[in-house]
């Protein structure tokens, strides 16, 4: 079968790989490289046939992941941590460079490869250490923003060493052809900027309208891989212009939602590149060489640990923060991999020196977790010995703009209704829709709206669902309401979820995922229509009060099965509630009630009515005053039966209590 078989045999293999890697808590990258050494030319047994075939759609998991690092990109984030992201980081490239070049030197590398690898332990790795920012629940902290602030420019710096590393070979550095190199990526920037600015967000709202899922993601995924093939017939790198392809897409509307389809897709072809990369590591030279991997990886881990520390500290920032960027970002990162197989592949480096550097990459990744668990202990102790000030562990991040807000799922009529009904009155509200003719509606009300699919976990994300108050899913289908509301339950555990349903049927699903209300518009609008009619048939509000909440409870059962707290809590008091019938009865002109109080009239004793209310001029007057005296044009919203509002109508009309006729009285309820 060649490369199908081949491909059959990788992907079981990182399955394999992948489950143990979870079963001993480590990143699922360690099982893919395992995987991969267990189905390489090294270690006999079930191997793939033709690697280099492998190794080339594995660049393609290379373009795929620096084009959603560009969609990724973002300015803000750096904001809060400018300083030490923009002048700190490029200084902690060129250091590390410079240790990794000494390094080099004392392994016999010369001096272009020993360049070389200290580009490769330059960079951090992202995956693992925002997975355990994120685990230990310090997403948030000041920390995490540090290193959040750090990563972005690193990539950045990335990208500008694989431009000029190519360029640094033989016996000099060959100025002219990196000069033009830099040339021709300006130009392509240019024209990227120029063109792509224009006509991909053309593109990208010509593609949505036809609301076809698929052919989103193929347009996104030719963006990206086209643009990287340009890049490449221009003389640049593919994954450079795949990148270039992600920064362009990340200033359009689309871009959340381009980039929760294409992740899987990205996933499953950087799986084949740590794939490709472990079949290139031997075994036996590692075992052969095990002494002097560890003095590499310790030579690393020691020097990136007290270059970061010390630049956190130099840039000002006290308490944990040195110590978290030392005992986090020391392992070598996921561009190390990628610099160290181009340079495999340019010649820089011999299979020796790529199996010890792939070997100390796996090892500093493997003691990253161990490390990580160690800055808490050692921080109490440092704080012990030196008086440190306590730290804000889960120090929220200023920068966040959206919080105590609504999240919105689904803007179409109905959410837009609700959307358009908060904002008016300045509640905080963001919608979340995925047909680009309700994006549009809501932008021109002004409503804040993302374009993308609610059940998304990056969407979600992106709507800042982990500070919202509330989330509202007005969305009809039910597999779409499940999928949101799973997606929520699992990025905000308590948040409080009111939820549109079709039938009764899914009352039973949405209350096991733990949705606090569900709203069935359908039946309410029937109820309320049946409401009326029985009003309007002289029968009492009592009764048809009555009926309503035991057709409502008996509908609604299901979402109040196991949670008698919120049977007795909410469902009581939404009954009590709509039990709550006001009755408004404007005062005639003549009435002998004007200019007296409501003391003075006994309206309570006399007819058996209580006046709660009083509107008088768009000015409303709850509760009033015994002493307030009533006036001409006043609206009286009363309370009783039907017995005493009519004895009250009388008397609004005459002292001697001649009944007028009871449709003066017009029942409001709230």
């Known amino acids: 079968m060649g490369i199908a078989a081949d491909i059959a045999i990788i992907i079981v293999a990182a399955q394999i790989g992948g489950l143990v890697a979870q079963w001993l808590r480590q990143p699922l990258i360690v099982g893919y490289i395992l995987a991969g050494v267990a189905v390489g030319p090294f270690t006999g047994g079930v191997t793939v046939s033709n690697p280099s075939d492998i190794a080339l759609l594995a660049e393609i998991g290379v373009a795929l992941l620096l084009f959603t690092l560009g969609i990724e990109f973002s300015l803000k984030q750096l904001q809060p941590v400018r300083r030490i992201a923009l002048l700190g980081v490029p200084l ?36 693992i250490v925002l997975k355990l920012l994120a685990s230990r629940g310090l997403m948030g902290t000041l920390s995490s923003r540090v290193m959040l602030g750090i990563f972005v420019v690193q990539d950045l710096c990335m990208m500008a060493a694989m431009l000029i590393l190519p360029y640094i070979g033989g016996d000099q550095l060959d100025l002219g052809a990196l000069a033009w ?145 030392a005992l986090a970002l020391f392992q070598f990162g996921e561009f190390s991999f990628v610099l160290a197989r181009v340079g495999l592949q340019d010649g820089i480096f011999s299979p020796d020196d790529y199996s010890l550097m792939l070997s100390a990459a796996l090892v500093s990744i493997l003691i990253t977790p161990p490390a990580f668990h160690l800055i808490e202990p050692l921080y109490a102790l440092q704080r012990r010995l030196f008086g440190s000030e306590p730290t804000r562990t889960l120090e929220p991040p200023s920068f966040d703009a959206m919080k105590e807000h609504v999240v919105i799922a689904g803007a179409g009529r109905v959410g837009q209704f609700v959307a358009g009904m908060l904002h008016a009155m300045n509640v905080p509200v963001v919608a979340i829709e995925l047909n680009q003719q309700r994006v549009e509606e809501c932008r021109r009300q002004g409503i804040p709206v993302i374009y993308g699919d609610a059940s998304n976990h990056i969407v979600l994300a992106a709507a800042a669902i982990e500070e919202a108050r509330l989330a509202l899913i007005t969305t009809p289908t039910l597999q779409t309401t499940l999928a949101i509301v799973s997606q929520v339950r699992r990025l905000r555990p308590d948040l409080h979820i009111v939820a549109r349903a079709e039938g009764v049927e899914p009352l039973g699903d949405l209350h096991d995922l733990g949705v606090y209300e569900v709203v069935q518009p359908e039946f309410e609008a029937g109820l309320e229509i049946a409401r009326q009619a029985l009003l309007h048939l002289d029968i009492p509000d009592a009764e048809v009060l009555r009926y309503v909440d035991e057709v409502r409870r008996s509908l609604y059962a299901p979402i109040y099965r196991g949670s008698p707290e919120h049977r ?99 029942r409001h309820s709230e």
């Open 92 to 127: 902690q490239i060129l250091l590390t460079i410079a240790f990794g070049y000494g390094i080099g030197q004392m392994l016999g590398l010369d001096w272009v490869a020993s360049i070389w690898f200290g580009a490769v332990i330059s960079t951090s790795n992202t995956m």
């Open 181 to 325: 190199a830099v040339l021709r990526a300006a130009l392509f920037l240019g024209v990227m900027l120029l063109l792509g600015t224009r006509l991909i967000p053309w593109l990208m709202r010509y593609v949505v309208r036809w609301e076809s899922r698929e052919l989103f993601l193929i347009t996104v995924t030719a963006l990206g891989l086209g643009i990287g093939y340009s890049a490449f017939l221009a003389g640049l790198s593919f994954a450079f212009g795949a990148f270039l392809a992600g920064l362009v897409l990340s200033e359009s509307d689309y871009n959340y939602q381009a980039l929760s389809e294409v992740i899987p897709l990205r996933d499953l072809f950087a799986m084949l590149f740590f794939v490709s990369v472990g079949m290139l590591l031997d075994p036996a030279f590692l075992i052969a060489n095990f002494g002097v991997v560890l003095a590499v990886v310790a030579a690393v881990a020691l020097g990136k640990a007290l270059i970061f520390g010390g630049l956190s500290f130099a840039f000002g920032y006290r308490n944990v923060i040195p110590l978290a960027t």
């Open 568 to 666: 007795l809590g909410v469902q009581t008091l939404m009954r009590a509630q709509r039990m709550l019938a006001f009755n408004w009865i404007p005062l005639p002109e003549q009435s002998p009630l004007i200019g007296r109080s409501l003391n003075d009239a006994q309206v309570r004793s006399r007819t058996g009515v209580t006046v709660v209310a009083i509107l008088r001029h768009e000015r409303l007057i709850a509760p009033p005053e015994p002493a307030e005296a009533l006036q001409p044009g006043d609206i009286l919203a009363v309370i009783g039966s039907q017995d005493a509002l009519k004895r009250f109508v009388a008397l609004t009309h005459s002292e001697n209590q001649e009944t007028e006729p009871a449709k003066t009285v017009e």
